[in-house]
């Protein structure tokens, strides 16, 4: 059970709309596989644009996902209307990130009213097993909506 209590009851909803309407993460093809209150779980599924060779994730595209999966794990807990802007992300590569696609399970440590930190654990999905690539801590600045 989370620590953390959703602002929107609808919050699973809310993330993966959020997901499906954001350019970068279309582009890269993120996949929302799991989401809880201050938790998500995305999929990444392997492209040869991604790899600096064939079956490895390259080391930017690692941390897009750690980036990705850390803040949407804050964004289970604020308003649908506020935004998250990333102020810190320190990533370690753990191993090469060999497989078919890459898993970013993110989680909540700290919510505040203006800001967040999350910690992402990257995973290199092959076969059906997960092997851990790379851990990063995500800081993330609350912001409002904007009054018209």
């Not at 079956?55 to 990705?68: E, R, V």
């Not at 804050?74 to 998250?84: E, F, H, P, Q, S």
């Not at 203006?114 to 801590?137: K, N, P, V, W």
Request: proline share 3%; net charge neutral; hydrophobic share 45%.
């Amino acid at each position: 059970m989370s620590a953390f209590t959703p602002v929107e009851s609808d919050f699973d909803a809310v993330i993966r709309a959020r997901l499906a309407n954001s350019v970068v993460a279309r582009h890269f093809g993120f996949v929302v596989e799991e989401v809880g209150a201050g938790s998500i779980v995305l999929r990444l599924d392997g492209r040869a644009e991604y790899g600096h060779r064939p079956g490895f994730f390259q080391g930017a595209i690692i941390a897009a996902m750690a980036d990705y999966a850390g803040s949407f794990a804050a964004y289970t807990l604020v308003g649908r209307d506020w935004n998250l802007l990333t102020l810190d992300l320190a990533l370690k590569y753990l191993a090469p990130a060999e497989g078919e696609a890459l898993v970013g399970r993110g989680r909540t440590l700290s919510a505040g009213r203006t800001l967040s930190t999350t910690q992402t654990d990257i995973f290199a999905r092959m076969a059906g097993e997960e092997r851990l690539c790379a851990t990063a801590l995500v800081s993330v600045r609350h912001t409002p909506p904007r009054k018209s």
